[in-house]
């Protein structure tokens, strides 16, 4: 990018676009100022991501990190590698929240501009960083190759901005101010991102979170109830969810086969427990035996510590599933302890031979039917020796 386009584009280091007047910089001050501390929004830069060719992972594992540090996410974006479009982003971001993550665009080719635009609205010029630079030469004079000018782009940052280290990577990630926010960019490659934010961001953000902020989130695994049946049975606590000290927040997702419901409750620490825990027990009295499970703790290891501490085994006959059963029961550390083995039995002949469904049942009533299931775990209990056939 040559220097002579940047003003045209980029803001002054005020935050206020180029000819915007005193009034309405003031008023982009003022609308930030309201601002909660606690509030982050994501801005991930690359045209691959918009175009459906890379699964954008870095937002969602970043907004799950921030959550559970007890910061909110309360705007996402993905944007293109072109100027202009990062610069509005950067700008509506920095007015939407007091901390701004930035990933993608810090590479050494011609369409990685993170740098340039970063360095436009802080009013710098983008520089080398000394440190990584001795780290690139050194792995290019270890591989005996000259270093490309072009490779020097992606060590550079803007200057005066703090430098963030990346401990697996050769591009480094740095933080700046701007408007009333704090920003952090960071590489695209999900490694060198998680690398930097682990090491060298999550420290600052905790210093930015107020001392005064609690913050506890429970997530309930539910089975056997829709995501309507689900939301039909808790709806009546939508009242008691905000109370003068603390404030929750329930959410629903369907995560095949069961629904996860989340509850998150922000605010003062003497009462935020108190209030969360008294709406949790609520919530387990509607749901009732639905609720089988908390955080990880999902319906194969629930199933597994079960059969486990009965001492009992557990076959399984499939068809449709095609082994599913199976394998979510493996997937448990230990579940040899328990699970004996299955029967695949897709085709009809294989439930007749192997698990001795009768053709009479098969012809009556058809292999999707409740008399066929019974059959084939009757079958899969007695042919395998165990106490349980599912």
Not at 25 to 32: F, H, M, V, W
Not at 64 to 93: C, H, K, P, Y
Not at 111 to 123: E, F, H, I, P, S
Request: hydrophobic fraction near 40%.
């Amino acid at each position: 990018m040559s220097s002579d386009t940047r003003p045209s584009i980029l803001s002054s280091p005020s935050g206020t676009p180029p000819g915007a007047s005193s009034k309405e910089a003031d008023s982009a001050q003022g609308e930030r100022a309201y601002l909660k501390p606690d509030r982050v929004a994501i801005i991930c830069i690359g045209d691959e991501l918009n175009r459906g060719e890379v699964i954008d992972r870095n937002a969602a594992w970043l907004g799950e990190q921030l959550s559970d540090l007890g910061f909110t996410v309360s705007w996402r974006l993905g944007v293109n590698d072109i100027e202009a479009d990062m610069v509005t982003a950067l700008r509506e971001a920095a007015q939407r929240a007091a901390i701004v993550l930035v990933s993608g665009g810090l590479g050494p080719t011609s369409d990685d501009l993170t740098v340039d635009v970063a360095a436009g609205l802080a009013g710098a010029e983008p520089v080398i960083d000394a440190a990584h630079e001795a780290r690139l030469r050194q792995r290019f004079a270890e591989r005996k190759r000259e270093v490309p000018a072009l490779a020097l782009r992606q060590v550079r940052v803007p200057a005066g901005a703090q430098v963030l280290a990346n401990p697996v990577g050769l591009a480094p990630g740095f933080a700046l101010p701007y408007l009333n926010s704090q920003l952090f960019f960071m590489p695209g490659v999900p490694a060198e991102l998680k690398a930097i934010f682990g090491t060298a961001i999550v420290p600052r953000l905790r210093e930015l979170l107020p001392n005064h902020h609690s913050r506890q989130k429970t997530t309930l695994r539910v089975f056997g109830l829709t995501e309507g049946q689900t939301d039909q049975k808790l709806r009546d606590l939508l009242p008691e969810l905000v109370s003068p000290i603390a404030a929750s927040t329930l959410h629903y997702r369907l995560a095949f086969p069961e629904i996860l419901v989340t509850l998150v409750t922000t605010g003062e620490p003497e009462g935020t427990a108190a209030h969360h825990n008294g709406l949790l027990a609520k919530i387990h009295e509607r749901l009732g035996d639905a609720a089988y499970g908390q955080g990880d703790d999902d319906l194969p290891a629930v199933l597994g510590r079960l059969l486990a501490g009965s001492g009992r085994k557990v076959a399984t006959a499939e068809s449709c599933t095609g082994g599913l059963v199976g394998a979510m029961i493996t997937a448990v550390a230990g579940s040899s302890e328990y699970y004996v083995g299955g029967i695949v039995s897709y085709a009809n002949e294989v439930k007749v031979a192997q698990l001795g469904v009768r053709q009479e049942t098969l012809v009556a009533h058809g292999a999707v039917s409740r008399a066929c299931v019974e059959e084939m775990a009757a079958g899969a209990r007695e042919r395998l020796d165990a106490a349980y056939g599912v």
